[in-house]
């Protein structure tokens, strides 16, 4: 770990000077897009791209088109400065930190729409959510041009609108889905788990015993809707107030999945009070 303070750059046309002189130097460079508020999950992904290129650039916005009208995008927690701190400490090299004009300036009028995929599951409960993302995304591919993206599989239905839309937009770059980073009781890392209480807290790792139980039932050979209504059992009578979903999905067209197919995934969004958790586990070990 070194302890570098990280450079910051706020413009896309200081972001592509910094890049282009590493390119020029012949490194291969990695790209970070998050929201802030970091953690492990996060720092996760600079391991990764540490791992596999020479220069590491996080960016971190947070994008107001990836918000529906009553969600968090006043209250999402920001620290910039701990952010920045803790990115040099990890390694990371640059730090993009645009403002929302230099993202969305003024007349912006383009979005990238990835069908299909994008409107299932997290796209019918939070319309316009992968639209948001894909344009954002979209649009710091093309500002870092960088080798190589990485994404957390915590956001599992997004990494493949993501690898969806650098296919089809030609975008030359290679996306790395990386595990999901737990707490030690199971409860995957997330910037909004600090909206929970603390009885809440206890509660919220149950949503992970229930995806394990839902895969344990899968491989015993019980069927897919009776697997999938026992683990939604276990996530309402733990305390959660609601699911908007929970189930085995086919990792290519998010459709529920009749049986085990290969890739199939378990995945499941379930509200805890006032906070909405997301997760998700492989289907066969
Ligand atoms: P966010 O700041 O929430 O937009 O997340 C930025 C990136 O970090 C996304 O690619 C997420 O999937 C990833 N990420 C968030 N939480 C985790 C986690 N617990 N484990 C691994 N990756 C994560």
């Not at 791992?51 to 006043?74: H, I, M, S, Y």
Request: net charge negative; glycine share 8%; with cysteine.
């Amino acid at each position: 770990m070194s302890n570098s303070a990280i450079e910051i750059v706020r413009t896309v046309a200081d972001l592509r000077t910094r890049i282009s002189a590493w390119r020029a130097a012949g490194d291969r460079i990695g790209l970070i897009p998050t929201m802030g508020s970091l953690h492990e999950g996060h720092f996760s992904l600079v391991a990764a791209s540490r791992a596999v290129t020479d220069r590491t650039c996080a960016t971190l916005f947070v994008n107001p088109k990836q918000f529906g009208p009553n969600e968090d995008f006043e209250t999402y927690p920001r620290d910039e400065k701990t952010d920045a701190a803790a990115l040099g400490a990890r390694g990371a090299d640059l730090l993009y930190i645009p403002d929302r004009d230099e993202i969305y300036p003024d007349g912006f009028a383009t979005a990238v729409t990835v069908a299909g995929i994008g409107d299932k599951l997290e796209g019918v409960f939070r319309p316009g959510f992968f639209t948001g993302v894909a344009t954002v995304v979209a649009k710091l591919l093309l500002q870092a041009a960088p080798d190589d993206a990485f994404f957390g599989e915590k956001d599992f239905q997004q990494l493949c609108v993501v690898r969806r839309l650098t296919q089809d937009l030609n975008i030359p770059v290679e996306i790395h889905g990386c595990a999901i980073v737990r707490e030690a009781d199971g409860l995957a890392l997330s910037s909004r788990n600090a909206y929970l209480s603390a009885p809440e807290r206890a509660i919220a790792p149950t949503l992970q015993q229930a995806l394990i139980s839902f895969r344990d039932k899968l491989q015993d050979g019980v069927a897919v809707g009776d697997a999938a209504e026992q683990a939604r059992e276990i996530v309402l009578a733990a305390g959660f107030a609601k699911i908007d979903y929970l189930s085995l999905y086919d990792p290519t067209t998010f459709e529920e999945a009749g049986d085990l197919t290969p890739g199939a995934r378990i995945l499941a969004a379930a509200w805890l009070g006032t906070t909405r958790l997301i997760d998700n586990i492989p289907a066969q070990i």
